[in-house]
C-alpha cells in the first residue's frame, strides 16, 4: 500500500509540475498579469540626440514593473529605453498609455506592440509581433 501511495504521489507531482511548465507561454497577456516581461520583434527606430537609427529586424524587451501600471520599453540596437510609462486597460486584453494622442501612443496587447512616442523632441516607433 505504501508503493502505491509513493507511485500515486510521485504521479501527482509529475502532473503538476508539467502543467505549471506548459501555463508559461508566449501567449501571457500583458493586460492580465500582475508580472509580464515579453520580447517584440520587428521595426524600430529612434531620431533624437544626433541619432537617427532605423531597422527592420529589431526588438523590444517589455517590462511590467512593481506599480502594476507602468511597464519599461528596452529596445535594440542602442535605442534608448523608455521606462516608467503607465497604461490604461482598454478593453480584455489591450493597454494604452495614460495620455495617449494621435501622434503619440504606445499600444500593446500579448500578440502586437505599436509605437509611436515623442518626449523632448525625440523620437520612438516599433512596430512589433511576438
Given at each position: 500500500m505504501k508503493k502505491a501511495i509513493r507511485i500515486l504521489g510521485l504521479f501527482l507531482l509529475t502532473f503538476f509540475v508539467v502543467t505549471a511548465v506548459t501555463s508559461c507561454s508566449d501567449d501571457d497577456d500583458p493586460a492580465n498579469n500582475d508580472f509580464?516581461?515579453?520580447?517584440?520583434?520587428?521595426?524600430?527606430?529612434?531620431?533624437?540626440?544626433?541619432?537617427?537609427?532605423?531597422t527592420n529586424d529589431?526588438?523590444?524587451?517589455?517590462t511590467k514593473i512593481a506599480s502594476g501600471t507602468k511597464y519599461n520599453f528596452a529596445f535594440s540596437n542602442s535605442i534608448p529605453d523608455l521606462n516608467g510609462v503607465e497604461f490604461n486597460q482598454q478593453g480584455d486584453n489591450t493597454l494604452v498609455m495614460v495620455g495617449s494622442t494621435a501622434t503619440s501612443y504606445i499600444r500593446i496587447d500579448n500578440n502586437e506592440l505599436k509605437i509611436f512616442y515623442t518626449k523632448d523632441g525625440k523620437t520612438w516607433t516599433a512596430n512589433a509581433t511576438r
Amino acid at each position: 500500500m505504501k508503493k502505491a501511495i509513493r507511485i500515486l504521489g510521485l504521479f501527482l507531482l509529475t502532473f503538476f509540475v508539467v502543467t505549471a511548465v506548459t501555463s508559461c507561454s508566449d501567449d501571457d497577456d500583458p493586460a492580465n498579469n500582475d508580472f509580464f516581461a515579453g520580447t517584440y520583434k520587428g521595426s524600430v527606430s529612434y531620431n533624437g540626440d544626433g541619432n537617427n537609427i532605423s531597422t527592420n529586424d529589431g526588438s523590444v524587451f517589455v517590462t511590467k514593473i512593481a506599480s502594476g501600471t507602468k511597464y519599461n520599453f528596452a529596445f535594440s540596437n542602442s535605442i534608448p529605453d523608455l521606462n516608467g510609462v503607465e497604461f490604461n486597460q482598454q478593453g480584455d486584453n489591450t493597454l494604452v498609455m495614460v495620455g495617449s494622442t494621435a501622434t503619440s501612443y504606445i499600444r500593446i496587447d500579448n500578440n502586437e506592440l505599436k509605437i509611436f512616442y515623442t518626449k523632448d523632441g525625440k523620437t520612438w516607433t516599433a512596430n512589433a509581433t511576438r
